[in-house]
Structure formats: C-alpha cells, structure tokens
C-alpha cells in the first residue's frame, strides 16, 4: 500500500490550500483516511480524519471550521482544503489509513500505513 501526498508550498496567513493523498495498492473505499501534521520540533498531531462514508469526520479543535477534509472514491483520493490559514499550522502533513476499518480515529496508533508528508509552510 502506498500513499503519496502532494499540494504542500507556501502561502500567506489567511490564503489557502488543498493538500490531496493518492492511495494505491488495495481497494480505497471501505477505509477510514486521516491527516496528520508535524510541525518543527513538536510530535505529530491529529488534523482529520474521514470514515468510509462522507458524513462520518473528525477534526481537531485548533482547525475545526477552517480545514474540510473529503474523499473521492472513484480516485482513490482524500483531500484536506485548508482555508484562513495561520502561521502555526506550518507543518509536514501526514496522510494515512487504517488497514482494516472504515470508522475514523484520532489516535496515530490506529492507522497502519502512512505517506512521506507534504511539507505546507505560513508565512504571516
């Protein structure tokens, strides 16, 4: 299983970005997907995470109402739009999946295969 994520770069405070993961490998739709982030000289946090359907995710406080994660089935894709970003959000965002559950978690212990990270920096 491999997944790559891309979308990372450099914006302003308050601009935005959308961060995809291409997962490839197994089937994609039956499994939860989240996003992970690591910022310099910190542990990896939660950001957000998306179960087998839509209507089931999760987020963290520090980005609940700016970040909106979703999933394109047919593509084998989930993506985070990360909107009025913040210069604490400079990060290298993580996407992984959980090896055999579709329910979401916030927990990294949950998830069984990760990408390399997209490197998302705010300047302010």
């Known amino acids: 299983v491999q997944l790559q994520a891309s979308g990372g770069g450099l914006v302003q405070a308050g601009g935005s970005l959308r961060l995809s993961c291409l997962v490839s490998?197994?089937?994609?739709?039956?499994?939860?997907m989240g996003w992970f982030r690591q910022a310099p000289g910190k542990e990896r946090e939660f950001v957000a995470a998306?179960?087998?359907?839509?209507?089931?995710?999760l987020y963290a406080d520090s980005v609940k109402g700016r970040f909106t994660i979703s999933r394109d089935n047919a593509k084998y894709t989930v993506y985070l739009q990360m909107n009025t970003l913040k210069p604490e959000d400079t990060a290298v965002y993580y996407c992984?999946?959980?090896?055999?559950?579709?329910?979401?978690?916030?927990?990294?212990?949950?998830?069984?295969?990760w990408g390399r990270g997209t490197l998302v920096t705010v300047s302010s």
């Open positions: 992984a999946t959980r090896g055999v559950s579709p329910v979401p978690q916030t927990t990294m212990k949950s998830y069984d295969y």
């Open positions: 490998g197994r089937t994609f739709s039956g499994y939860a």
């Open positions: 998306i179960g087998r359907s839509a209507g089931s995710t």
